[in-house]
């Protein structure tokens, strides 16, 4: 769609360049990432993009600490990552990466970063580094730099903890999460509709689950357990976690069959979770 109200592009090159304009942004003019968003609308209060592609910042860096997926890279680069061996979650990123309502033409263009900023409840690069307790380090004002935990990054529909102006740098997961055997579950109204309920649970080495909910919820919620619950068990704790108003409501799904989906995958996943405890005892 054309952006009739953009009057100037501006395309800073190299990382220095992108970060000196952190924080700087007033209210008309905005980050450009893929774009798949911004131009999939109109956008009546934006002047100015500030395109951040050229920002050449490498888009996967795997270390001894984790992996760092930088805000540019795009889903299909994270989608074709080769994984360490020892990374039992990793099946996540295909997973989370093939979520989308989208085809392959979005997939080439669509950031990281742009999904995690849109902070919408169906946004399944959220769901990926939420579950994984992945870091979002942030550039804000004058060269200022923070971070916050990636499962409160999204605080609800369309919003984030990101101040005016700042800008998503990259997002670092901790390597000792990627090696936790994961569960997946997801599910949407129609084969290509867009996530209803998404659905992950994680086994830490104490025997413990993290449960990660997102798309039913209009923000990501965790449910920990020291010990993997039975199914029964598991569904118990999402209805004492979330309450009955807190469901997200939408035409991708009523609030009481994303409760319901989302209880009986807490079941399954702790089932799976369950097995893969005793095999590993
Ligand atoms: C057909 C179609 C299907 C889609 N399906 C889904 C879906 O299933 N789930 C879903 O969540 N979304 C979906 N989207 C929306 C969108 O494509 C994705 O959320 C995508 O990941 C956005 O990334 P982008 O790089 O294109 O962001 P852009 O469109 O470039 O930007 C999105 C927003 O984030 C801001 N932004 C981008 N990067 C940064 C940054 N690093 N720091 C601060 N702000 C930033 C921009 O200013 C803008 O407000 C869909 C869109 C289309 C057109």
Redesign the pocket.
């Given at each position: 769609m054309d952006l009739n109200t953009v009057e100037e592009l501006d395309r800073p090159k190299g990382g220095a360049a992108v970060a000196a304009r952190a924080g700087r942004l007033n209210d008309s003019e905005?980050?450009?990432?893929?774009?798949?968003?911004?131009?999939?609308e109109p956008q009546p209060r934006v002047s100015k993009l500030v395109d951040?592609t050229g920002a050449g910042w490498a888009p996967l860096t795997i270390n001894t600490c984790g992996l760092e997926i930088a805000?540019?890279c795009t889903?299909a680069e994270l989608d074709a990552l080769r994984t360490p061996e020892d990374w039992r979650a990793a099946h996540l990123i295909g997973a989370c990466s093939r979520?989308?309502?989208?085809?392959f033409k979005?997939w080439n263009?669509?950031?990281v970063?742009?999904?995690l900023?849109?902070g919408?409840p169906?946004?399944?690069?959220i769901s990926l580094t939420a579950s994984l307790d992945g870091a979002c380090r942030i550039f804000g004002r004058d060269g200022s730099e923070w971070e916050v935990p990636a499962l409160d990054f999204v605080v609800g529909p369309q919003q984030t903890v990101?101040r005016p102006g700042?800008?998503?740098?990259s997002i670092r997961i901790p390597v000792d999460r990627l090696r936790r055997p994961a569960a997946f579950r997801r599910i949407a109204l129609s084969p290509m509709g867009?996530?209803g309920a998404l659905v992950i649970g994680t086994l830490a080495p104490s025997g413990g689950i993290d449960i990660t909910i997102t798309g039913a919820t209009p923000r990501p919620v965790r449910i920990a357990f020291h010990t993997v619950p039975d199914a029964t068990s598991a569904a118990r704790a999402v209805d004492a976690a979330i309450p009955v108003g807190g469901w997200y409501d939408d035409v991708h799904g009523s609030p009481e069959w994303r409760r319901a989906m989302v209880k009986e995958f807490a079941g399954e996943i702790s089932e799976e979770l369950g097995a893969a405890a005793r095999m590993r005892q």
């Open positions: 905005a980050w450009l990432a893929g774009g798949t968003w911004l131009f999939s951040i805000a540019t889903v979520a989308f309502l989208a085809s979005i263009v669509a950031t970063g742009g999904n900023c849109m919408l169906a946004g399944p690069m990101l700042e800008l998503l740098r867009r996530t």
